[in-house]
């Protein structure tokens, strides 16, 4: 059985990457688990063109790695990995926020609270996909918000290969997801303040906290923990 939809001939590059990060972040696809370009066009029923189009874009996302001459694999994230990313990304989403906070209007409380939403409407049909990219949704608004273009592709590239996990994790059933709109509460404070140092706060315990688990496990690769909690 397919692990994959068949996309329409005439669809592109964007639809066939859209289709492979879906599935690899509800674990279809695994950690660490080799694409081949030939393998994917006749699973999906489109041509290898397409599928090196998408390949490239999930490449510039990090989901995965492509290696001259050697192939493509899912990008696999080891504790190190992810503690690096952590650290990178609590510093970038921190200025992102403080930069917001300068540009932010009521009617974005408004859009962040209806993200809100949406994740508590995903948990509440425990759909763990759509609960992880509806937490993603709530961030990258707030990127955006911070009108630095950059700043944006950078959180992108460095936080889409950790929400997978999160998704992935998710998936297993072991969390209690019953506190994670909560959690975002004290994100959305911090923002209304605009206070850099309570931003700060606010941020570093919000992402820390999505990984202490890992971390305490001891474990060395993000698959090798995703396998002991199924």
Known sequence: MSRLKPIAPSSVGRQVAHTIRDAICSGRIALGE?????????????????VREALL?????????????????????????????????VSLETLAFVEAS????????????????????????????????????????VWQISGNELLVRTLEQMTIPLFAFVCIVRSTG?????????AHSPLIAALRRGDALSIENAVRTHIERSYETFFASGLETCNEFAQSLG
């Open 34 to 50: 080799p694409l081949r370009e030939l393998h994917l066009a006749r699973e999906l029923n489109v041509s290898q063109v397409s």
């Open 57 to 89: 874009e999930l490449a510039n996302q990090g989901l995965v790695v492509r290696t001259p001459n050697v192939g493509t694999v899912v990008t696999q994230l080891t504790s190190e990995d992810v503690r690096q990313r952590v650290q990178v990304r």
């Open 102 to 141: 300068k540009r932010v209007k009521t009617s974005d409380f408004k859009q962040l609270e209806g993200r809100l939403e949406v994740l508590s409407q995903a948990i509440a049909r425990n759909d763990c996909y759509e609960s992880a990219q509806a937490d993603l949704q709530f961030h990258r608004y």
């Open 174 to 182: 072991t969390q209690d997801l019953s506190k994670v709109v909560k």
